[in-house]
């Protein structure tokens, strides 16, 4: 079956950014010229994304608007014939339905926001993004679906052993290429407990039993309804793998990891690269 539904979890608070996330959505933060959001809804339509469903918050208007028409802009730049920038923002505007928005009332973890998307997803596998990891590469999502055969599969990628305490780990079982078989896992263990390095990466494809799971609303880590914590209630009633995406993760939920987000993509771009280049090493 073909993934044509994404899930993207917004309404998170951005707390970690304050204080510009207090009227500007963590997921508008810019990566040289362009939204965190839109990376990934960029990565989704890369993989065959023909319906984005977007788990919003209060104070998140400005997602909705990014995605949409602006008459009063359009109009001057077709006026001026800035023809270059009036596709640039045209070209990011999907079919009508396309987009949907759902509000979370409250931010109570992962899998009670992914939750919220129930009734439109309805009876069909579906993938889920998270804006904070922006991948730079090949899309991992696209590599995710050409691998995928059925079941739940998660982005997953190789950590140092000190850093296991900040992911959710893998207890792998057989590997096979980049796809490796999920036997547990485990949320933020200690570096002498976790069981392996195999990180999970905001990245999902996952089937619809894991709605019924999650309409238990239990709570886990933080007191929040956890995904990983209903996907692991999955394991051994249906296949679930990892997949090792070929692309670098930038962690953009951190202040580091944004940073060398701008700069990595700045490097990888005609017209900045080399006075950036410049720059850092006279700035180093």
């Not at 970690?16 to 508008?28: D, G, N, Q, S, Y």
């Not at 959001?37 to 208007?61: H, L, M, P, W």
């Not at 914590?229 to 009633?237: P, V």
Request: one cysteine or more; hydrophobic letters at 40%.
């Amino acid at each position: 079956m073909k993934i044509r539904k994404a899930i993207f979890p917004v309404g998170g608070l951005g707390t970690r950014f304050l204080p510009v996330t207090k009227a500007l959505p963590k997921e508008m933060l810019p990566i040289v010229d362009k939204p965190l959001i839109q990376y990934a809804v960029e990565e989704a339509a890369d993989a065959g994304i023909e319906e984005f469903i977007f788990v919003t918050g209060r104070n998140k208007s400005a997602i909705e608007d990014h995605f949409d028409h602006s008459a009063e802009l359009e109009n001057s730049l077709n006026a001026k014939g800035n023809q270059g920038s009036l596709q640039l923002v045209q070209k990011m505007i999907k079919p009508p339905g396309s987009f949907v928005y759902i509000r979370q009332q409250e931010p109570a973890g992962l899998g009670h926001a992914v939750w919220c998307a129930r009734n439109i997803v309805s009876d069909e596998p579906v993938a889920v993004l998270l804006a904070d990891d922006l991948v730079l590469g090949k899309p991992a999502l696209k590599e995710m679906c050409e691998a995928w055969k059925g079941g739940n599969m998660i982005a997953t990628m190789k950590v140092n052993a000190t850093q296991t305490s900040s992911y959710g780990i893998v207890t792998p079982g057989e590997t096979k290429g980049n796809l490796v078989e999920v036997k547990n896992l485990v949320e933020k263990p200690k570096p002498e407990e976790a069981p392996s390095t195999i990180a999970i990466v905001g990245r999902y494809i996952i089937q619809p039993s894991v709605f019924d799971t999650l309409s238990k609303q239990r709570k886990g880590a933080g007191g929040e309804i956890q995904l990983t914590d209903a996907l692991s209630e999955e394991i051994g009633k249906t296949p679930f793998f990892g997949f090792e995406f070929s692309g670098k993760r930038f962690d953009c939920g951190s202040k580091l990891g944004f940073l060398q987000a701008n700069l990595a993509l700045a490097l990888e771009r005609d017209d900045l690269r080399e006075n950036i280049k410049t720059w850092l090493k006279e700035t180093i």
